[in-house]
């Protein structure tokens, strides 16, 4: 399996809402080689760490695609500069974030690409939508299920709200 982290807090040109950027990111995928077998409803919640930004959407989608890891997360870069994300500082406001959160099981550190997402594991903004749609996945490296990983936060993360149903494609 595939994941993907989808996530907006910012509007851009052409559209009203992190919603919609975040609606119309899927339907992009589908247009370069990115194929969306099914997606979380969407989700809102605060950004991580809490600051004064808008609060977030989020939502996962499992994919299918035949490139390889690094050149799907080129593909998912592109996207999300084509939405008009601009990269300054870390954990800054953003039109369109792509994760790619797991690529079939496999496990690797590198300069540009770590996976599983280092981070997917403590965040319920992931997790939550993560065992929406797999809630039998497990984690590369833990063996934990996303149900397993969601149950077990920690508490002090606000929690999320589901904005609509899932889309299965």
Same mark, same amino acid.
């Given at each position: 399996? %595939?994941? %993907?982290g %989808?996530?907006? @807090?910012?509007a851009?040109?052409?559209f009203?809402?992190?919603?919609e950027i975040?609606?119309?990111?899927?339907a992009?995928?589908?247009? %370069?080689?990115? =194929?969306?077998? &099914?997606?979380?409803?969407?989700?809102?919640?605060?950004?991580?760490p809490?600051?004064?930004q808008?609060?977030?959407? @989020?939502?996962?989608?499992?994919?299918?695609?035949?490139l390889? !890891?690094?050149?799907?997360?080129e593909?998912?870069l592109?996207?999300e500069a084509? #939405?008009?994300?601009?990269?300054?500082?870390?954990?800054?406001?953003r039109?369109?974030d792509?994760?790619?959160?797991?690529?079939?099981?496999?496990q &690797?550190v590198g300069?540009?690409?770590?996976l !599983?997402h280092p981070?997917?594991?403590?965040?319920? #903004?992931?997790?939550?939508?993560l065992? =929406?749609?797999?809630?039998?996945?497990r984690?590369?490296?833990s063996?934990k299920?996303?149900?397993?990983l969601?149950?077990?936060?920690?508490p002090?993360?606000? !929690?999320?709200?589901?904005?609509?149903?899932?889309?299965?494609?």
């Amino acid at each position: 399996m %595939i994941l %993907i982290g %989808i996530g907006s @807090n910012l509007a851009a040109a052409g559209f009203a809402s992190p919603l919609e950027i975040a609606a119309a990111s899927v339907a992009r995928l589908s247009r %370069i080689g990115i =194929e969306v077998r &099914c997606r979380s409803r969407w989700y809102t919640s605060q950004p991580v760490p809490p600051s004064d930004q808008p609060w977030y959407v @989020n939502g996962v989608a499992a994919v299918e695609t035949a490139l390889a !890891p690094m050149a799907l997360l080129e593909a998912l870069l592109a996207v999300e500069a084509g #939405f008009g994300r601009r990269r300054s500082v870390p954990d800054a406001a953003r039109t369109l974030d792509l994760d790619l959160l797991d690529y079939e099981g496999t496990q &690797c550190v590198g300069d540009r690409l770590v996976l !599983p997402h280092p981070r997917l594991h403590e965040r319920r #903004f992931v997790l939550a939508p993560l065992a =929406e749609i797999a809630p039998q996945w497990r984690h590369p490296r833990s063996g934990k299920t996303a149900a397993e990983l969601l149950a077990a936060l920690p508490p002090g993360q606000q !929690p999320v709200q589901a904005l609509a149903e899932p889309a299965r494609l």
